[in-house]
Nanobody, 120 residues
């Protein structure tokens, strides 16, 4: 079992920055992904980091603006977001699983989500 708790969301102006955190407890030796869901839309892949932090992959829409990382103990994952756009507005979720994947169905554990709103 893995428990995940996201934090760090909020309201930011276009062009601004935020850093999301995902605190994991339990069996934390898993790959961790970030997903987001905007109102009326499906859950969208954002980024994923391998269990040892050696591999990272990003959606094209965030490449160059978002950075995924995890601490040395592997218990906390981060999503650093810069140059935020209005279209980045969504609930952001972290998820843990045994595959490096962009498909939500490949992840076994999910956090409750944190709201990111980009607006002037």
């Amino acid at each position: 079992q893995v428990q995940l708790v996201e934090s760090g969301g909020g309201l930011v102006q276009p062009g601004g920055s935020l850093r999301l955190s995902c605190a994991a407890s339990g069996r934390t030796s898993t790959h961790v992904g970030w997903f987001r869901q905007a109102p009326g839309k499906g859950r969208e892949f954002v980024a994923v980091i391998s269990r040892r932090g050696s591999g990272t992959y990003y959606a094209d829409s965030v490449k160059g603006r978002f950075t995924i990382s995890r601490d040395n103990a592997g218990n906390t994952m981060y999503l650093q977001m810069i140059n935020l756009k209005v279209e980045d507005t969504a609930v952001y979720y972290c998820a843990a699983g045994h595959y490096i994947s962009a498909r939500p169905s490949d992840y076994d554990y999910w956090g409750q989500g944190t709201q990111v709103t980009v607006s002037s």
